[in-house]
């Protein structure tokens, strides 16, 4: 089973500035990665799949990137609708998940 | 509108079985495939298997970690797709989430997903 690790586990950034979450595999899953958005008391939202494209009506200041087995999510300037919860998933073999990233305002 | 919307969830005992379901609308379910993905209170999300549309030879991935409790099915003909969950444990006290896989040119998501429904396992 491919293991999922997402770095760090909590990220302060300030409104505005560019935040940067990384995504290790335990093995490579080429570019079967996907990323997803998850805020309080809601469903996850797909994000970019493919580690770099992003899915329909997803912002572009939201970029994805990597291959192999290291990847990352760029905000490149954070509105306060994107503080919250992202997570990874590889779906080169059995859809695992990393344990995700806090997202919160500095 | 693409929706999903699953049910069943509830208390239930330590041994007992559950099934939910996920029913979809606003496109054809049969033509999806249809992931469970659980949410522990304060956890993360846990991938917990999935099935290929027909189309696609409807073939039935399970992850590891639910050890051959859980199982996934579907019925095309009423738009639903269900979770079996068998053999309860307090650990699977979760949000059950059924989501939408969608195959792009260049990749795959869980492109829609239900609100969730809770699942309570405790005596």
């Known amino acids: 089973e491919i293991v999922m690790t997402q770095s760090p586990d909590t990220l302060s950034v300030s409104p505005g500035e560019r935040a940067t979450l990384s995504c290790r595999a335990s093995q490579s899953v080429m570019t079967d990665l996907a990323w997803y958005q998850q805020k309080p008391g809601q469903a996850p939202r797909l994000l970019i799949y493919g580690a770099s494209t992003r899915a329909t009506g997803i912002p572009a200041r939201f970029s994805g990137g990597g291959s192999g087995t290291e990847f990352t999510l760029t905000i490149s300037s954070l509105q306060s609708e994107d503080f919250a919860v992202y997570y990874c998933?590889?779906?080169?073999?059995?859809?695992?998940f990393g344990q995700g990233t806090k997202l919160e305002i500095k | 509108e693409v929706q999903l919307v699953e049910s069943g969830g509830g208390l239930e005992q330590p041994g007992r079985s559950l099934r939910l379901s996920c029913t979809g609308s606003?496109?054809?379910?049969?033509?999806?495939?249809v992931n469970w993905v659980r949410q522990a209170p304060g956890k993360g999300l846990e991938w917990l298997g999935f099935?290929?549309?027909?189309?696609?030879?409807?073939?039935?991935e399970h992850a590891a970690s639910v050890g051959g409790r859980f199982f996934i099915s579907r019925d095309d003909s009423k738009s639903i797709a269900y979770l079996q969950l068998n053999s309860l444990k307090a650990e699977d006290t979760a949000i059950y989430y059924c989501?939408?896989?969608?195959?792009?040119?260049?990749?795959?998501?869980?492109?829609?997903w239900g609100q969730g429904t809770l699942v309570t396992v405790s005596s």
């Open positions: 099935i290929r549309s027909n189309r696609d030879g409807g073939a039935i």
């Open positions: 998933q590889e779906y080169y073999n059995r859809q695992t």
């Open positions: 989501s939408r896989g969608y195959y792009y040119t260049s990749g795959y998501g869980l492109d829609s």
């Open positions: 606003g496109f054809i379910l049969g033509d999806y495939a």
